[in-house]
């Protein structure tokens, strides 16, 4: 019973990641516009047009067009904290850690359209907005002919898409924020504050980081190797993939693990404890459940680690130099 039910939810996750992909394959998506923000140097553009002969993720669209964008701002730490905070929609996000007060941000941006007039309305409908506060930068793919569910089946007009490719170096202590919804996988290297990451069809990949906080996927595989140890609570979780956590030595801290279709393995001695049920309220009802969540301690304990897979492997591993 349990294994039909395990093939009964798989079925489930991959119908609906397939109805997504149709549905974000037919929706306007966002292109931008170069706008910049205080200081920022001008934009350096570079164009290239030719025609694509393939049946690809883009439909078979036959005009694709390049374009780059590359900018520097200056986010001077308030109160001992900096954040950046990037949401994509169609693309990958890549993330290095490095000195100084300086994010240099580079965009590789691609059009799909089906005709000429499809591409200059994506250039129209489409923009990448900055806004800088006081240690504080945000950058946000939007787009104003947004296609509301469940009409997009309904979609009028020329056809286009645009993935967006980020690539940023920012100072190492930057808290990050980082969103995006297809296409490719977000990868952080060598940053310390904390994170909060997402991700719907595509991995998450974390290298050498020292700080703590959230990485979720849909569909893809979470790898994360740390620096230093988390001092606070963090989660993880892949509906669709593994989830590979690479410590340092001398690990203290509690996990809770949860799982459907897959095991739990550890480089540490890990003391189980047995999982009580979990308390919930609604409104003014309170009410309690049991599921298959496990956990147990490493060391004398410490942060509390989360981490979910729905439909794959959990490892926590020791990372060797």
């Given amino acids: ?12 996750t991959i119908m609906a990641l397939v109805c997504a992909a149709v549905i974000r394959a037919r929706t306007r998506m966002p292109a931008f516009t170069g706008s910049g923000v205080g200081s920022a140097a001008p934009a350096v553009l570079r164009s290239i047009d030719w025609i694509d002969g393939g049946w690809g993720w883009n439909g078979g669209m036959p005009i694709q067009k390049e374009e780059s964008l590359h ?9 001992g904290s900096r954040a950046i905070q990037v949401h994509n929609i169609l693309g990958s996000i890549e993330v290095t850690g490095g000195d100084g007060d300086g994010v240099q941000m580079d965009v590789d941006e691609t059009f799909y359209a089906e005709s000429n007039e499809a591409l200059e309305r ?19 793919v939007k787009y104003r002919s947004r296609c509301p569910l469940p009409d ?5 007009g020329p056809r286009y898409a645009v993935e967006m490719n980020f690539r940023l170096r920012v100072p190492r202590d930057s808290d990050l924020t980082l969103r995006t919804v297809g296409g490719r996988g977000v990868h952080v290297r060598g940053v310390s504050g904390t994170f909060s990451i997402s991700n719907v069809n595509g991995g998450v990949t974390m290298e050498e980081i020292a700080g703590s906080g959230t990485a979720r996927t849909v569909n893809g595989p979470i790898k994360v190797t740390f620096h230093e140890n988390p001092r606070n609570d963090s989660e993880f979780a892949s509906l669709n993939g593994g989830v590979d956590l690479y410590f340092a030595k001398n690990l203290s801290a509690d996990f809770r693990f949860k799982t459907f279709s ?60």
Avoid: W
């Avoid at 298959?292 to 060391?299: D, F, H, K, L, T």
């Fill in 262 to 321: 897959g095991s739990v393995d550890s480089d540490f001695p890990i003391l189980a404890r047995p999982m009580g049920p979990i308390e919930e309220r609604r409104g003014a009802a309170l009410y309690f459940r049991t599921n298959s969540v496990a956990g147990g301690q490493v060391g004398a304990g410490g942060p509390l680690i989360r981490v979910e897979s729905l439909n794959g492997d959990v490892r926590i591993l020791e990372k060797h130099e």
């Fill in 122 to 140: 994506a250039r129209k409908d489409v923009t990448l907005d900055f806004d800088q506060d006081p240690g504080l930068l945000k950058m946000e």
């Fill in 1 to 12: 019973m349990l294994k039909t039910a395990c093939h009964v939810l798989q079925g489930i």
């Fill in 152 to 156: 997009c089946r309904g979609f009028e």
């Fill in 71 to 79: 900018q520097t701002f200056r986010l001077a730490a308030v109160a």
